[in-house]
């Protein structure tokens, strides 16, 4: 199954109504540093619940994507909500996501700027593959294949990336990653206190930090 296009969208996606803040892992928690387990049982209340959680955190964050060890949870899982270079919103969620292998003469690199929300405050130019191919399922256990561009498939490498234990920091050179670490440890409680503003103006708690 591939991502279906809709004529419309709600601004805040159901999930976001459904869900409840939780607290962001920050970088330096072991769990941001494990392989995350494979989900073994779909179509449960518990999955269910964990995805609408993961919607809501991420809104009053205002990220473009959040994964499920990004909240405490070691589950191979991660979702967004994001447009991409051309405009188009992308919403979703998958679940033992697996990466394509690109051909070697098709690999495309970008450097752009990029941020986690587990690394509170800084950003960084990254690069990443252009265009990638993730597969996985849904919470109901349906096959999903999502392919992204640009931004977008920015975000589907890094998410990804989170759920086998790796940060963004990890991408840069030791100079710039402990002038990323410095930076956070400035601006982490400005970036704790947009959040907190931004799940007020949702109507949601902001949830501990």
């Known amino acids: 199954m591939l991502g279906e296009p809709v004529d419309s969208f709600p601004r ?13 892992t920050v970088v330096g928690e072991e769990i ?20 609408d959680d993961m919607f809501t955190t991420n809104a009053a964050a205002n990220g473009a994507g959040l994964a499920a060890n990004q909240i405490g949870v070691d589950l191979r899982v991660f979702m967004w909500d994001m447009p991409d270079d051309w405009g188009v919103r992308h919403v979703g969620h998958i679940i033992n996501p697996v990466l394509d292998e690109v051909p070697t003469e098709q690999r495309e690199l970008v450097e752009e700027s990029e941020g986690c929300l587990s690394v509170p405050g800084p950003y960084r130019m990254v690069s990443r593959l252009d265009r990638t191919v993730v597969r996985g399922q849904t919470k109901d256990g349906n096959p999903l294949v999502i392919e992204g561009r640009g931004y977008f498939a920015r975000c589907l490498q ?19 990653r402990k002038s990323a670490l410095r930076e956070m440890e400035e601006a ?20 501990p930090r």
Do not use: W
């Open 12 to 24: 805040l996606a159901p999930e976001v109504e459904r869900g409840a803040v939780r607290r962001i």
């Open 32 to 51: 941001l540093r494990r392989r995350c387990r494979e989900v073994t049982e779909f179509g449960t209340p518990e999955l269910s619940t964990l995805i």
């Open 158 to 176: 890094h998410e990804t990336d989170h759920l086998n234990g790796h940060l963004y920091l990890d991408r840069l050179a030791q100079r710039e």
């Open 188 to 207: 982490k409680e400005a970036t704790f206190a947009r959040r907190a503003a931004r799940a007020k103006e949702l109507g949601v708690s902001p949830g």
